[in-house]
């Protein structure tokens, strides 16, 4: 092959590369790398990885300085005795272990409530690309009515001239078209306003992402599976239940702190005593004074706190009140998890069998209805308000057809989410 036909062959393929379309799992994966919110809200596991660190940290040690002196008058004055001094409270009760145990509890419970945004940011995600795909079939739909209507209007103005039809129904036609017009347009608004509802999950615009992307709204249809397999998964994979055991853990590990701060610390000061010497001499009276040699004296002393404060136990039974708390939370969250798999599947087969009922009956008899009533009206054997009725039926069960589409989308989605699964469309 020549050069100029690789150069050929490039130019040709690379219009189908930059048109592929976006699929739904690109764009999720966009939303998970771009989004300002889930970024904000990781900054939660930083703030909590910083509080291991924290909790780690040992009691400073404190030092204290003092300076003596006699103020006995005599003929020189009395040097300064110092009295420097290093004091330090030991932790007991195993207090730095629990206070770093519960810290990792927080970091892990900061974890499951950034994937809980996760999921909600997975079901805003989803709603705004079925949409974006609805509108616009429901654009594309209308814009094929459009222009059938603008066809018979064509038609009538060549029939009328020819004495086929009369002028009230080319203006009848006329009227319609012109209203249906207007309808596009909405259409069209809507469809727009879909697409730029695709950018607040992403954290920024979506033409300066995705410039020129077509969606990809061939939506596959989701395994339905029996309950008995879904809710073991639901259990172990859903994030407001992984919240809820993480929460009940951080609790249990703040109780177990409070506990362990209820222990006394000692304080351990080790203090030395320097005295510088003196003469003899002879004070203001005319008194002798006897001198002082130099000294240096070490003193330990252990300060035991005496926890009569102790007596009180309100902090424990606030910390296992709290616990219990946490506990019945977390059989909730297992309960209503429960109830909303089942609600979730059964909504999607009530959308699944309302989209096939749609896709195999009422649109393919729509459209027959609505090309047989043109061909009869085009061959003069129906009336135009008759082949309008038609076709306005036709087009409420196309829009009918998409809706399902979307709730069917939106329904498999919920079942995913509800299940603990990264959707998929």
Known sequence: MTRFNVLLAAWLIAPCALATPLSFDTYLSAVESHSLELQSQQEGI????????????????????????????SVE????????????????????????????SNVALAEETVAGFKSELYGTAAA???????????????????AALSTVVEANAVRRKAGDVGGIELLQSRVERDQFQAEL????SEADSAMLNLSPPLGRQF??????????????????RDASVLLPQALGSRSDVRIA???????????????????????????????????DGI??????????????????????????S??????IVQAESSVTQAMLALRQAELTAETQVRTAQRQLRAAQDRLARYRDGVLLDAQKVVDGMRLSYVKGNASLLEWLAAQRSADEAYQGYAQARADAAIASTQLQLAIGQRPRL
């Open 77 to 104: 004055h009395r040097p300064v005795t110092w009295n420097p001094a290093i004091s330090m409270a030991i932790e007991t009760g195993g207090k730095r272990a629990a206070r770093i145990k519960a810290a990792h």
């Open 46 to 73: 930083v703030a909590a990885k910083a509080g291991v660190s924290i909790a780690g940290l040992r009691p400073d040690p404190e030092f204290t300085l003092g300076a003596t002196r006699e103020t006995v008058r």
């Open 185 to 188: 347009a909405q259409a069209r």
């Open 310 to 315: 102790r007596r009180d136990t309100g902090d």
């Open 128 to 146: 705004a690309f079925t949409e974006a795909c609805r509108t616009r079939e429901v654009v594309a739909r209308k814009e094929q009515t459009m």
């Open 283 to 308: 004070d203001g009276s005319g008194n002798p004074v006897e001198g002082a040699a130099r000294s240096r004296a070490l003193s330990i002393s252990l300060a035991i706190p005496i926890p009569l």
């Open 245 to 279: 055991r993480a929460t009940l853990d951080n609790l249990r590990d703040g109780a177990a702190l409070v506990r362990a701060n209820r222990a006394v610390d000692p304080t351990v000061t080790v203090g030395l005593a320097a005295a510088r010497g003196y003469h």
């Open 207 to 224: 033409d300066a992402l995705f410039p020129d992307a077509r969606l990809a709204c061939d939506f596959a249809a989701f395994e339905d």
